[in-house]
């Protein structure tokens, strides 16, 4: 299928791209780059821009606008004070001119005013969790929870939420990542949304022998993924080893604090992670996310996930009762429930297929976003071009 922006808009159509902001290539940029390829006429609005080198192939050759928050100091460590400032620095900008926006918002990218006669869509990775239905984890991480910066920090975001909500209206149609956000949009925005899962990129699996001893999980280390469980877990399974790939905040603190048995690896780049994945007898997962980006590259390993069975992983891993199990889930946030999921998956009368891993992350190809994220944007174009051409009054 062409999928092309032609094939998905006609010729000549001015496109704009609102993103909230640039400073890492995680998981939302990926998005953002598989949209980019479908519209390579597109323009780039983007709060501020601090890719480093290695990752400014996303913005080469592109018109990138930025607002008044690209010169402000200290970014991206200074982000989390800039929060107050980004509704109105994203209002700021000046889509007069353009035909078609598709917003990219974990944030705010959602809430720039657009022309009456363009269409907005907007891919959405979450409504701001931090403001909605994890403020309470939020403002506990953060050391908000009491006294005067607390009470400071609960106005800042129930005027955040009066926003969200009021910005949400903007937007004509809404596409997310997972049926456990479009939950959450609903939830919040009273709106419904369109469920297209985002890009992995899969690679072959490799043909490395398993180590039977060893668990692998691939994190950003922060409070919300709850490492601590799985460390605790471990800690009471000093046969079985742990080993957590990723970086963050709350890495030294988890790597003074772990046993002999759990090993804190920090970055570990592309390769040889998949080396690991593919090593491992099964990946960990206890995090309530959105989707889950790690657990569909383990499953490309043939690796098996044990997981939390709430948020995104729910859709994504296939529990022990399926037909073709990629994995089994846990229902309690406790180093317990890990350690009586780990004792059933090596208790599983038939062992998991390693093939039938690689074949449910084969579903979430790059191909497949492009054909279902441009087929949504070509359709809903259809839909308001003839919303335009209609009728403008009574008979």
Known sequence: MNTSATAIVPPGIRVAVVHDFLFEYAGSERVLEAILALFPQAELFTLFERLPEADRHLVAGRRVHTSFLQRMPGLPGSLKYTVPLMPFAIEQFDLSGFDLILSSSHAVAK???????????CYCY????????????????????????GLAARLM??????????????????ATSSAFVARRILKAWRREAVVIPPPVSLHPPLALPREPDLYVTVSRLIGYKRIDLM???????PQRRLLVIGSGPDLARWRAVAPPNVRFAG?????????????????????????????????????????????????????????????????????EAIIDAVARFEALDRPIDPQA?????????????????????GQAWTDWQARLAGPSGPD
């Not at 129930?158 to 009021?166: F, I, K, P, Y």
């Not at 043939?302 to 994504?316: C, D, F």
């Open 231 to 237: 460390v605790e877990a471990f800690r009471a399974m």
């Open 111 to 121: 809430g720039v005013i657009v022309p009456p006669d363009a269409l907005h869509l």
């Open 157 to 174: 975001l129930h005027r955040l939420r009066l926003w969200d909500h009021r910005s949400a209206a903007g937007v004509d149609a809404f």
């Open 357 to 377: 891993c690689i074949d449910r992350a084969a579903g979430y190809a790059p191909e497949t976003f492009a054909r279902r994220f441009g087929a949504w944007v």
């Open 126 to 149: 979450s409504p701001m969790r931090y403001a909605w239905d994890l403020q309470s984890v939020y403002l506990h991480t953060e050391g908000l929870s009491r006294g005067l910066r």
């Open 267 to 335: 970055f570990v780049p592309d390769a040889p992670m998949r080396e690991h994945l593919a090593r491992a007898r099964a990946f960990l997962f206890a995090a309530t996310e959105d989707f889950g980006i790690s657990v569909l590259e383990a499953q490309a390993q043939g690796t098996p996930v044990i997981a939390l069975g709430r948020g995104g992983t729910a859709e994504t891993v296939a529990g022990e009762h399926s037909d073709r199990p990629t994995g089994l889930f846990f229902h309690e946030s406790t180093p």
